[in-house]
Each structure stands twice: as C-alpha cells, then as structure tokens.
C-alpha cells in the first residue's frame, strides 16, 4: 500500500499535468498547423516579426527528419494526381502586378487551384481589396537577413531562390499530406493546369523530380546553363525533391552566394542534391522579342503548359492588347488544354492547298502541298532576346521568314470563337482571316488557285481527349464550291497507313 505521502506526490503531479496540458496543446499546435495559416491573420510587414517567429518554429520543427519520414509516406498515394496536390508560389512584384494581373487571373482558378503569389511589398490601397480572382498573397521573407546570413551579392536572387522554401513552408496541403508538386512561377506566366497535370501524373511523385524548359534562345542556355530549368517558364519539384532543396537553402544560397542568377542557383542547388533537370518541351520560357506567332502556330508535339514573358512580345492576337490576349487565349484553351497549339496538317489536293493549324489559336493556308517534316517548324517572325554573334539563335529548326515568294508565304487566320456543340459531342473553333497577303498565286502545280477568297476556316474536334501524345491527329478538309469563302476541316484520328505529306 503507497503511504499518504506516495499519495500526496501523485496527486501534486497529476494537477501539475493538468495545468501543463493547455500549454503543451498550444504550443503542439502552434508548431504543427500550416503556417499559412498564422500568416492570414498578419499579413502586414508591422506583423513581420511574429511571422519570422512563427516561421522559424514552424520551419525548425517541419523539415526535420521525423516529420519528412511522416509527410512523404502520408503522400504516397495510388490515387491520381490532380489539381489538389499542387501548390503554386509565383514571383511577384507590387509594381508590375498593377498589369500583370490579368495574365495571373486568365488561368487562375479560385477555389481550386492552391498557391499564392510573393510580393517584395505589401499592396498598395489601390489593389485591395484584395479580389478573390487573384491568387492569395503573402510578402516574403526578411530579404535583408537572407542575404546578411548568407552574404549574397544580389538581394533579388536570393528572394526567388528563398521563394521556393517559402511555397513549401506555407504550402496549405503540408497539413494533410497531400502535398506532390512545387510549381514556381512568375506573375507574368500563364500555366494550362490541366495539362500540368496530365503529364505529372506520369511520373513517380514520392521520386525526386526536377522539371522544366530550356530557353529558346540558344545563347542563353550557354551563357547560363543547358542543365536547368529557365524559371519564368516554370519550375516543377516533386514534393521529396522541394523538402530537401527547403531544407538546406540557406546553406545552398551560402554556397552560390556570388551567382547573379536565380535559375542557375536553383539549378547548382538541386544538382548537389545528385537531380538533373527532365526537360519537356511544354514549358516556354519566350525568350524572343516582337511577334512570337510563327512560333505559337507550329508548336512541338507536346502539351502545352506555360508561356511566360507577355509583356516583352507583341501580342498574341491582332487587335488586343496582351491582357485581351491572354483572356481570349485561355478562353479557348479551357476549351480543350490537351489540343491546345498542337499541329493538325491535311491537303485540300484539287487545289493543291496545304493547311496548318494550331489548335485554339492560329490557321494557315499554303497554296502548294508541303509534308509536315517541312511545315513542323516554326517561321521566324520572331527576334532574338539578345545581341547574338552568330547563328543558330534557336534550340529548334526554324523556317526563314520570306515575303516575296508566294508558295512559302501563308494566308494567316487567327481564332475567332470556340464553341462546344453538346448535341454532337464536339467542339467547333472558328478562324478568321486576318490580313490579305497581297502577292499573287503559287502556281506550282496542276489545279493552283489562290487561297485569297477564304476568309474562314472551321475547325470540328470530338469532345473525348485526343490520345496521349506521341503522334499528332490528322484531318480532313472539304470546301464546297469554288466560289466557297469558308473550309471545313474534320479533326480525326491517324490511322496506321496516314502518311501526311
């Protein structure tokens, strides 16, 4: 039997613990819910101070061994990826997003799409309230004590590169361990989401993933590296590969403190992790200056999933301007992302006619029959992003623009309307003519007419997905009577003997 003394101590303890527990649930809690979640109740800088606190518990404690072990085997699901599991940090400033905004919101879903955007400040009054259209915001971090700890020479770089550790931090779905994705952006970047996620969802998201695209200007990949991802274009992380990159950024922006680069450092920091980048060829940095349509209207053979660098281009569309654009192209591409851009090629052979179509945003009409081993590769309408010593300019084969000879040169039409026809289960996309070529007809065969009375080309896809990429849909085209100024053109899919040339 415990004598009264025994007693006594027990029960002292008891209440001890009693008086403990609340404490301990605090602060339990205050370690291990999103910080997202303190951060919505103090977004201003005057609150930078409890947020930094905040972080550094939270951080401390979240990345540790442990706490990974248990998140990634939480995340190791058989069920499909989806828009869910992604979480998007795009970089942002306060100054540009006054115009920028419009690209963001043109693809942003609210409600469904799960992120937020990085300020270098707090918005202005002329931006709040804040509007729901807009991804969530936050300031980042303390850029002074990033680059007083590690001595960075460029407080810009080290913002971008702290930016990633930030999305994973703040990432809503760390509580529920459906985190898969780090998507990084910038507030000029236009993302299909769809289409991000039907190529993620091909690859092994508990693996450590770094995805991305190269620059299209050559002389940029070399001046900074063939091996990594070009940011604006989007950075893709798996979620093992974003917690260890998080867990040591400190150390890594240390370690590359003198690169004036932020990609690149991205880049040397996930290469000492032992990942290389897997490029595809979706993602599109737009390095190039003035019309970039010749390259829109002959994309790769590849899902489209992002465009970056609107406002350093024409726009995209004639008569808008880019935030019209932008609108106007999503508005097609949520149509059909899977078809967006890609390449249809068919003949119309009794008038010797070839036909190009970029789904969802371009068609064109050559008066001579071209194979598609000629007519895959884009026009250069476009200019180089920077000075260049010599050609190549481009990673990719390109077509000399011509404006004399009318056999290379192409009736433009750009997208007018898409419409889905629910009664036929299809998707009808109209395109108009936009501007006469003024040069006379091809004349390079038997049958040649000129292609100048067609002012509409109608395009009719099936509603069902195309099959998975790896070879392009083909097409039938038919115009009703000679003095027709409309195509019709059947999308379908290629059958084993199709030979489109």
């Given amino acids: ?40 109740y103090c977004p201003s800088s005057s609150s930078s101070s409890l947020r930094l606190f905040l972080s550094s518990l939270y951080y401390s404690s979240s990345l540790d061994n442990e706490s990974r072990s248990e998140l990634e085997s939480r995340n190791d699901s058989n069920s499909p990826t989806n828009l869910s599991h992604l979480v998007f940090g795009l970089l942002g400033s306060e100054k540009a997003w006054h115009h920028r905004r419009a690209y963001v919101e043109s693809w942003w879903r609210p409600n469904a799409t799960v992120g937020f955007l990085q300020l270098d400040k707090p918005p202005g009054a002329e931006l709040l309230p804040w509007p729901p259209s807009s991804p969530p915001y936050r300031v980042s971090d303390n850029v002074s004590r990033v680059v007083e700890e590690t001595n960075h020479v460029n407080p810009r770089v080290a913002r971008m590169v702290h930016g ?24 000029d970047t236009i993302f299909l989401v769809d289409n991000l996620v039907d190529v993620l969802a091909q690859y092994d998201h508990t693996k450590y993933y770094y995805l991305g695209g190269h620059s299209e200007f050559i002389h940029a990949n070399n001046y900074f590296s063939f091996k990594q991802a070009f940011g604006g274009g989007g950075i893709v992380l798996s979620f093992p590969l974003a917690m260890a990159m998080a867990d040591g950024i400190m150390d890594c922006l240390k370690r590359y403190s003198h690169l004036n680069s932020a990609d690149k450092t991205t880049g040397y920091c996930i290469a000492d992790l032992g990942v290389n980048l897997s490029p595809h060829q979706g993602f599109h940095q737009i390095d190039m200056h003035g019309d970039i349509s010749g390259f829109l209207s002959y994309h790769p053979n590849a899902p489209l999933i992002s465009l970056h660098h609107f406002d350093m281009v024409n726009p995209i569309f004639p008569s808008m301007n880019r935030a019209e654009s932008a609108r106007h192209f999503m508005a097609a591409a949520n149509s059909d992302q899977p078809r967006m851009l890609q390449q249809l090629l068919c003949f119309h052979r009794p008038r010797n006619w070839s036909f190009s179509v970029a789904w969802g945003y371009s068609a064109n009409i050559y008066e001579k029959i071209m194979p598609r081993s000629y007519l895959q590769n884009p026009i250069e309408t476009f200019q180089t992003w920077g000075p260049s010593p010599r050609p190549p300019n481009w990673i990719f084969d390109v077509r000399k623009r011509t404006t004399t000879d009318p056999c290379l040169v192409p009736h433009a039409f750009f997208l007018e309307s898409v419409e889905e026809v629910t009664a036929r289960d299809e998707i009808v996309a109209t395109y108009r003519r936009s501007w006469r070529r003024g040069l006379p007809a091809c004349f390079a065969g038997d049958g040649d007419q000129s292609a100048d009375r067609i002012s509409k080309i109608v395009v009719y896809s099936p509603v069902t997905k ?22 019709v053109i059947k999308t379908r899919r290629c059958m084993a003997d199709d030979i489109i040339a």
């Fill in 164 to 187: 990633i550790m930030e999305t994973v931090r703040d990432a809503p779905q760390r509580a529920t361990g459906t985190l898969r994705w780090v998507v990084m952006g910038d507030d």
């Fill in 466 to 487: 195309p099959a998975k990429i790896g070879r392009s849909e083909c097409c039938d085209v038919t115009i009703d009577s000679v003095d027709s100024e409309s195509a």
């Fill in 1 to 40: 039997m415990p004598s009264s003394h025994g007693k006594s101590a027990v029960i002292g303890g008891c209440k001890s613990l009693l008086l403990c527990c609340p404490l301990l649930v605090f602060f339990t809690l205050a370690l291990l819910l999103p910080i997202g979640i303190w951060t919505n």
